[in-house]
């Protein structure tokens, strides 16, 4: 009797070690829950790491639309200058087509600061990632509103007043050097002005876009300072002789200014495009941590 009494029933055994073992599980589950909310920054939770994120593909979709942002502008003002529009469109086309990259400069800053925001950035890991995303996004958009002003800049000078030096003025003049000096004089005051505000390779363009007008107006200017006609016929034939160069010149300025701005920029999205991988990355994980922790996605 008492052998039957003790002995478990048959069957009871297995369930009891099903039941021990579903409250163990449970309890740990529970305990990992417990630990996950506690380890969780207070006032957080999914939904603001659902928010950041959102926020996140919309900056940087917005990267998308300066390009063609920039082309636009690039080309209209482009034809407002070689084609002598005038001040009032010119002014018109930087009011309207620049100022359309401006407000999304703008708006992205301000995206980016109420991003800084989020609860969830309490968290060391998010904060960390989010802050490589910002800086490398504000370099993305401090580059194109530096591009503006180099556009303008190079439009303004070289597109403008340089222009006309050789567009312009008639080599079969008898006034072609006193035309060009001049000119040049009017073309190497605009390269002045278009260095203030420009970035470095810019500047160095201009530079060196100036030290090729310098060059030819200081051998016009030697025509002019002739002392007799068969002088002033060897000093223009000379100054002829210098004028086959200068596409040259300009073309390798350009292939230079080319060189330098393209791998500046491919290095900046390629730092942008790499925190934005790693923001994305860490984004999920933490909305993975959410779920695990609710049980939700089971």
């Known amino acids: 009797m008492e052998e039957t009494i003790s002995a478990p029933p048959k069957g009871r055994s297995?369930?009891?070690?099903?039941?021990?073992?579903?409250?163990?599980?449970?309890?740990?589950?529970?305990?990992?829950?417990?630990?996950?909310?506690?380890?969780r920054p207070a006032g957080t939770g999914r939904a603001d790491v659902v928010r950041l994120d959102k926020h996140r593909m919309i900056v940087d979709n917005s990267m998308n639309l300066y390009d063609p942002l920039v082309e636009q502008f690039s080309g209209r003002y482009s034809n407002?200058?070689?084609?002598?529009?005038g001040q009032p469109e010119e002014e018109k086309v930087l009011s309207q087509d620049r100022e359309r990259i401006v407000r999304e400069s703008q708006a992205n800053r301000?995206?980016?600061?109420?991003?800084?925001?989020?609860?969830?950035?309490?968290?060391?890991?998010v904060a960390e990632s989010f802050n490589r995303f910002k800086d490398q996004y504000s370099a993305v958009i401090a580059y194109n509103d530096q591009?503006?002003?180099?556009?303008?800049?190079?439009?303004?000078s070289v597109g403008g007043p340089c222009a006309a030096l050789h567009s312009s003025l008639n080599v079969a003049s008898e006034s072609y050097a006193q035309d060009y000096v001049k000119s040049a004089d009017e073309c190497l005051a605009a390269l002045v002005t278009a260095?203030?505000?420009?970035?470095?390779?810019?500047?160095t363009l201009l530079t060196e876009v100036e030290a090729v007008i310098r060059g030819q107006r200081d051998k016009q200017q030697e025509v002019l300072n002739s002392k007799d006609t068969f002088e002033r016929l060897s000093k223009s034939m000379l100054a002829g002789l210098a004028l086959l160069?200068?596409?040259?010149?300009?073309?390798k300025a350009q292939t230079t200014y080319e060189t330098a701005t393209k791998d500046k920029y491919s290095k900046i999205i390629e730092s942008a495009n790499s925190a934005n991988s790693d923001f994305e990355g860490v984004l999920k994980k933490s909305l993975e941590q959410f779920d695990a922790a609710s049980g939700e996605g089971k």
């Open 14 to 39: 297995g369930r009891t070690v099903i039941i021990v073992v579903a409250l163990v599980a449970a309890l740990v589950a529970a305990g990992l829950g417990t630990w996950f909310a506690l380890s």
């Open 80 to 85: 407002a200058i070689s084609e002598k529009a």
């Open 110 to 125: 301000d995206r980016l600061e109420h991003m800084a925001e989020s609860p969830i950035l309490k968290d060391q890991a």
């Open 147 to 156: 591009l503006l002003i180099n556009t303008t800049n190079i439009y303004r």
């Open 195 to 203: 260095k203030d505000g420009a970035d470095a390779e810019t500047t």
């Open 245 to 251: 160069d200068i596409n040259d010149a300009f073309a």
